[in-house]
């Protein structure tokens, strides 16, 4: 299968560095690259030059962290986010630890840390359509998506990486707690046209484009790359103990991807990806495909929204905040303790008989891969 096609981003006064999936060729390019995503998860000595004598080894105290920077922990424990709203729609936040229990594969599981209103840190990534579709509605995205931001994201806790496709993937911006860097890099998303466009969807023929491979992809749509790039290379890379999430707003029509829509959902969950889909573009001309984007996000956990105006976008947003805001966290020690990659499905139930009776819906991942955290890291950049 030959490799998703990726976009370059020119910076000034920033190097460009090119990220490759080894296997699926799915790759990303970002001139900001180096500044943006250093998200090593290694501490930086202060001083690295080498010595003419021998030298003690530095002290906790003498390390230090950039901004962007993050440390890994691997645990045995696994972590399960979960969301509870009743008929109306509103989110219960009073849950306690006796009123659920948590199953793996159908065997009950010893709850370790029942916590509600996780405060976990939030690494998301947003992933902007920016195809034909999506000319008349872009404008109230970025705008939305930027007023997102600026409302969720907490300082010098939370990360945030921006994406925009055709049928091509680009990165914006690397994941970054600085929202300066990630409205600049909502600002220069731009509608793609595509040779002969004329407008409303509109395709003309006429004098064939210089290069026809550019003008097909600016003319399509690959969705279920995008996710895959953006889980595979951008998301894996994030802290471990983060809660990540992708924002996808698109009309959830894919026309090019090269990877299928279970390999998109599949390779999310292995990247531990909630994915929240806003269906939305030019509802009279293409439509929205609400089934598929219904079907991703509900294989990883996550919702979709379908908002007819800008009030219904901003409030779509508004949700998806919340529904982040108002998650629980349990962790647990699997009974099962081979980590060999397998599927592990997981259900949530409650327990409590008065609040059975309430109906309440539950809202999380149907499983996860149980991987293994000294694995061989090639293995993330495998096609799945």
């Given amino acids: ?34 500044q943006s995503s250093q998200t090593s998860g290694r501490p930086r000595r202060t001083e690295d030059a080498p010595q003419a004598t021998p030298t003690p080894p530095k002290k906790d105290e003498d390390l230090t962290l950039s901004s962007d920077e993050v440390v890994r922990v691997d645990t045995s424990l696994t972590n399960v986010f979960f969301t ?3 008929k109306q729609k509103r989110f219960i936040s009073n849950l306690k630890r006796e009123d659920v229990r948590i199953l793996e594969d159908g065997a009950p599981q010893e709850i370790f840390t029942f916590q509600p209103n996780s405060d976990l840190p939030l690494s998301l990534a947003i992933l902007i359509d920016r195809s034909g579709s999506e000319e008349r509605t872009l404008p109230e995205e970025k705008a939305a998506a930027r007023a997102f931001l600026e409302s969720v994201m907490r300082p010098a806790k939370d990360e945030a990486a921006v994406v925009s496709f055709t049928g091509e993937v680009t990165l914006e911006q690397g994941l970054t707690g600085s929202l300066a860097r990630l ?5 220069q998303v731009e509608f793609v046209p595509p040779s002969g466009y004329i407008g409303g969807g509109v ?29 595979n290379e951008l998301l894996t890379d994030s802290a471990e103990h983060q809660r990540r999430a992708i924002i996808l ?20 969950l292995k990247a531990d990806a909630l994915i929240y889909a806003i269906g939305i573009g030019d509802r009279y001309s293409f439509g929205i495909n609400e089934s598929a984007l219904k079907k991703i996000t509900e294989g990883t956990g996550g919702r979709a929204y379908f908002p007819r105006n800008e009030r219904e976008l901003r409030e779509a947003f508004a949700q998806i905040e919340r529904e982040l805001r108002e998650q629980y966290l349990i962790a647990y020690s699997p009974s099962n303790k081979t980590r060999d990659g397998s599927y592990r499905r997981v259900t949530i139930e409650i327990t409590n008989p008065e609040l059975r009776k309430d109906n309440l819906r539950l809202t999380y991942r149907p499983g996860y891969f149980a991987k293994n955290p000294g694995g061989n890291p090639a293995e993330n950049s495998k096609k799945p």
């Fill in 1 to 34: 299968m030959s490799g998703v096609r990726v976009s370059s981003v020119r910076k000034q006064g920033l190097l460009s560095v090119l990220l490759i999936a080894a296997a699926s060729s799915v790759v990303f390019t970002c001139a900001s690259w180096a």
């Fill in 84 to 86: 509870a709203a009743d």
């Fill in 183 to 187: 409205r600049r890099a909502i600002d």
């Fill in 203 to 231: 395709v003309v023929g006429g004098t064939p484009p210089i290069s026809g491979t550019q003008q097909t992809l600016a003319g399509s749509t690959a969705i279920w790359d995008a996710i895959w790039a953006t889980s």
């Fill in 249 to 268: 707003l698109t009309d959830g029509e894919d026309t090019i991807s090269q990877v299928r829509m279970q390999e998109a959902i599949s390779r999310a």
